[in-house]
């Protein structure tokens, strides 16, 4: 079990620019959740796949965020033309079925210039 | 929106001292996490704790759900310097699955060598 990984750790952009993060869950867990973390708050739910299917969007989610999970394995969250906005902690976490706990990634840090 | 609110915002105890740290929740729920963050970094599980659970012990960990008045409380034992963190509690929805969670802002414990 190596956990969750995220990659990059860290991202620095240009307002406008594209940019992509990868997430590996744990290899047996087939629920993968992205969330998303500012400064001095909770996480906030962004979508949620089972296996492959993507079963749910948040109102956050909008149209220059979208994400995939082709093969069920990993996952990658793409933010389009991003804004200053955009700048916070991109959480991944993954579980198996069942009423069991979260597995967090550390993270990739995104900061907006 | 934030289902969960921690309270206190931030506590500051010394070492060998107990925190409690309490959770109040809108909704009804099927469950009832707690998470660690150490700052920067991802979250860590810490207990779950299931709406027809009353209380539940994990090594120096303690949580009680009220599910009456939609609170929880943890309470940490016999406190290390190493507990230093933001500590996160989070509702999984009553659908019959726990796969979004939804965090309160966190309480900043901070325990003094």
């Known amino acids: 079990d190596t956990g969750v990984s995220q990659d990059p750790r860290h991202k620095i952009t240009k307002r406008g620019q594209n940019v992509t993060f990868r997430c590996d869950p744990i290899?047996?867990?087939?629920?993968l959740y992205w969330y998303r973390q500012t400064l001095g708050q909770g996480p906030e739910f962004l979508t949620y796949f089972q296996n492959e299917a993507q079963l749910e969007k948040s109102r956050l989610l909008s149209d220059r965020f979208s994400a995939e999970r082709p093969k069920g394995s990993f996952s990658t969250l793409e933010i389009q033309r991003t804004e200053q906005g955009d700048s916070a902690m991109y959480l991944c976490?993954?579980?198996?079925?069942?009423?069991?706990?979260?597995?967090f990634g550390p993270g990739t840090r995104l900061l907006v210039l | 929106s934030q289902q969960g609110e921690e309270d206190p915002q931030a506590l500051s105890i010394q070492e060998g001292e107990n925190a409690t740290m309490n959770c109040s929740y809108k909704t009804s729920i099927n469950n009832l996490q707690w998470y660690r963050q150490n700052s920067g970094r991802g979250l860590v599980h810490l207990i779950l704790i299931r709406s027809n659970e009353r209380e539940k012990h994990s090594g120096r960990l303690r949580v009680t759900l009220d599910t009456s008045k939609k609170s929880s409380s943890l309470l940490i034992t016999a406190s290390r310097a190493a507990d230093t963190a933001s500590y996160f509690c989070a509702t999984g929805n009553s659908g019959g699955s726990n796969y979004k969670l939804t965090f309160g802002k966190g309480t900043l414990l901070t325990v003094n060598p």
């Open positions: 976490a993954s579980s198996s079925s069942g009423e069991r706990g979260n597995h």
């Open positions: 290899s047996e867990h087939n629920r």
